[in-house]
Structures are given as structure tokens and as C-alpha cells.
């Protein structure tokens, strides 16, 4: 499947627009969004044996693990709109704390705060 395509509708037409835009450079940046469309959204989002709101859930817990906390809330919004709770998601951060750090855990837990906090700003 068109990796570009899972990226818009994981990400909003917007972000994928940027990123396929991103992509047509000649710099690390643009090889780099080159194969994220390619490879992570075209060939590892569109494979059978997980649905989107599971590979939502590993992919937070990976993320957790590996500290990239940027990334993370990328995720935990992809992972929203792939029909996780706000409450399995701070589950998924509860049980990342023993194996991948508490420090770990409590920062996932701080974004996903702030992203709460967010959308409750958006809705006012």
C-alpha cells in the first residue's frame, strides 16, 4: 500500500503533505522521510496480523522504552484516533515503567498529559 496514504490517514493530509514534500529534497532529512513513507507506513503500517489500534499500542511501548518523547506524542495522538483510550494508553505507560524505567514512564505519562490538557484547550 501507498505509505503516503496510511501516513494521511494516520496523520492528517496536512502532516503528509509536508512529509511527502520533505521527501523529494536531497539532504538526511529528506532520505529519512523517504523511508519512513516507504518502508515504516507503506511496507509495516499496511501489513496484515495487527490492526491499527494494536500497532498503535506497540509502537507507544517502543517509543516509551526508547525515550523518544517527541515521537511518543505523535503516536499517542495516532494512537487516539486509532480508537485507544486515554486509559489503555496510561495502562501501556504503567507497564512500561517496570521494564523500560520509571523516569521513562513518567515522562510518557507527562505528554500524555499535556496532550489531554490540549485537547480539552481545543474544545473550549
Known sequence: MDGAAIYSELRGAENSRRLLELSQGADAHAAIASLALDFVY???WSR????RKQRSLVTIGV?????????????????????????????AIVQ?????????????A?????LAREAEGSRD
Open 110 to 114: 507527562t505528554s500524555l498529559s499535556d
Open 96 to 108: 512500561a515503567a517496570p521494564y523500560a524505567g520509571f523516569p521513562a514512564a513518567w515522562s510518557a
Open 63 to 91: 517509543l516509551i522504552a526508547l525515550r523518544q518523547f517527541s515521537e511518543l506524542e505523535n503516536h499517542m495522538r495516532i494512537g487516539l484516533e486509532n480508537g485507544l483510550s486515554h486509559r489503555e494508553i496510561e495502562e
Open 42 to 44: 507503506g511496507k509495516v
Open 48 to 51: 496484515d496480523g495487527l490492526d
